[in-house]
């Protein structure tokens, strides 16, 4: 059985809204169907996010090369991947309160009209699941007719597979390496839910990594375990994820193995990321289909193949929002309730907070001028004057920001600011002319806290 806390989402869904992080679209007219926009903070830790993902993915790699490609290809495209045909869900109608439901997740549903109650608890019947196609349409130029239907992505993996013959040659790569790319993805899903757990429109990162066919094994066991250990270094709780390989029925369409790497969120185990296998399905379609060879010649062997594919493919906005969930912590202190977010330094949207003791004898005039520092060697700073200190502390906390620096009295004579860490609130004294190694040093050291 899963663990269930429904009180956990919904302080994590006030939080994002009251402080920045995440608030409904078109919020002034009602909004639009499950769909959200990133305020200040929520737009710094996706940022974070992808940072990480590519610095981890791309940047340290030697085999690794990135790529941003089109949202809206040749329809084509979508025909030879089997989107069109086969990106389906199954959904079900009621025949009562008219809701819409994916028969396969009929168990997690909530009628709409009435969020207590599931599917068929109105009374109502329920008609026979049809396929129901999740790519958003969209017409390209003035006239609308069915030659001008395209299709907005639905993966970015696609736009990989195109350009698979253009790296190749304009790069020095070859078997085994990846091609990444982020970028915004679209999914008509029937039901969308759990915040911005499952929206329709939404940021993936993914990697097609092209290996010899005879290293496919080999590398999905190295891709499973690297982006395992991602998760587990940016400090996630190793006792809240879990690898869950999928059983035949659910494998998709260009699969032959997946291993989904599992969360267990407030409303229960969920996937957070997938890895799979590939094989040489989407290479050889659009060799197929567009008449292009797109084989790897390998001049060592002279022999020319496809190569088959591991995949891992995460999604941003899901990352984001698991790295709050995993953080967020309520703990007692001096009998009050301290609430914080311990994301990893390298991800939280403000990395110091920068004060003043008092708003007076000069203290803020050097605090900014601490805070200008810190801003010109690109760390992200936020300077507050107001209110007690304490309290200035636990706003920062409840944002995540791993540390603060306070500037009071002594600080104008010796030049020595006290930094206060979010996690232990263990407060030491640094020189200023040396903040900002401390600081690069720590967020270089920081390990999760243990729990309790
Ligand atoms: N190219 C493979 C692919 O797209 P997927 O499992 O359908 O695989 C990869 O998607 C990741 O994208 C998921 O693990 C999830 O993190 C994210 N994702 C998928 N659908 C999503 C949605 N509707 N809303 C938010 N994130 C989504």
């Known amino acids: 059985m899963p663990t269930t806390d429904p009180q956990l989402m919904e302080k994590i869904v006030s939080l994002c809204k009251r402080r920045g992080f995440v608030f409904q679209a078109s919020e002034i007219y009602g909004g639009i169907g499950n769909t959200y926009d990133y305020g200040p903070l929520g737009v710094e830790l996706l940022r974070n996010v ?39 869900d199954p959904m079900v109608d009621c025949k009562k309160c008219k809701a819409r439901f994916r028969a396969d ?14 599917p068929t608890e109105c009374g109502g019947e329920l008609t026979e699941p049809r396929a129901f196609n999740l790519m958003f349409k969209t017409n390209i130029g003035a006239a609308e007719s069915t030659s001008s239907v395209a299709y907005l992505r639905p993966e970015t993996a696609q736009g990989i597979f195109l350009n698979f013959m253009n790296v190749l040659q304009s790069s020095r790569v070859k078997p085994p390496f990846g091609i990444a790319q982020i970028g915004k993805s679209f999914r008509n899903e029937i039901t969308p839910g759990n915040f911005v757990f499952r929206t329709r429109e939404f ?17 999905y066991d190295y891709w499973r375990k690297e982006r395992m250990q991602w998760y587990l270094d940016l400090g996630f709780d190793a006792g809240k994820l879990r690898m869950r390989e999928h059983d035949k029925s659910e494998l998709a369409h260009y699969s032959t193995g997946t291993t989904d790497i599992e969360y267990e969120y407030p409303f229960g185990w969920g996937e957070l990321e997938g ?3 590939r094989t040489d399905f989407d290479l050889k379609r659009h060799s197929e289909a567009s008449g292009v060879d797109l084989r790897y010649f390998d001049p060592e062997t002279k022999e020319r193949y496809f190569p088959f594919v591991i995949e ?13 969930i995993d953080g967020y912590v309520e703990e ?10 311990r994301f990893h330094p390298e991800i939280a949207p403000i990395t110091v907070g920068v004060f003043p003791l008092v708003k007076k004898e000069g203290m803020p005039e050097k605090a900014l001028e601490i805070e200008a520092e ?4 690109r760390l ?25 620096v306070t500037v009071d009295g002594d600080t104008l004579k010796d030049d020595v600011v006290t930094v206060r860490h979010r996690d232990s609130m263990q407060q030491e004294r640094v020189k200023v002319g040396e903040l900002r190694a401390y600081l690069l040093a720590s967020i270089g050291a920081w390990k999760r806290p243990p729990l309790g």
């Open 332 to 341: 007692q202190v001096e009998g009050e309730t301290r609430a914080l977010l």
């Open 374 to 377: 810190l801003r010109r060697a």
């Open 105 to 118: 997740k009929l168990d997690d549903a909530r009628c709409p009209e009435r969020s207590s109650k599931k």
């Open 380 to 404: 992200s700073t936020y300077y507050d004057q107001s209110a007690a200190i304490g309290r200035r502390y636990r706003r920062q906390d409840e944002i995540g920001t791993p540390f603060c």
């Open 203 to 219: 940021e993936q990162c993914e990697m097609e990594f092209f290996v010899p066919p005879a290293q496919n094994e080999q590398w």
């Open 275 to 277: 890895i799979a296998c």
């Open 50 to 88: 992808k940072n990480s993902w590519w610095q981890r993915t791309v940047t340290t790699r030697s085999d690794v090369v990135g790529l941003d490609s089109a949202i809206i290809q040749n329809p084509k495209t979508w025909e030879t991947s089997g989107h069109v045909s086969g990106f389906t």
């Open 312 to 324: 891992p493919a995460g999604g941003v906005n899901r990352i984001a929002l698991t790295a709050m």
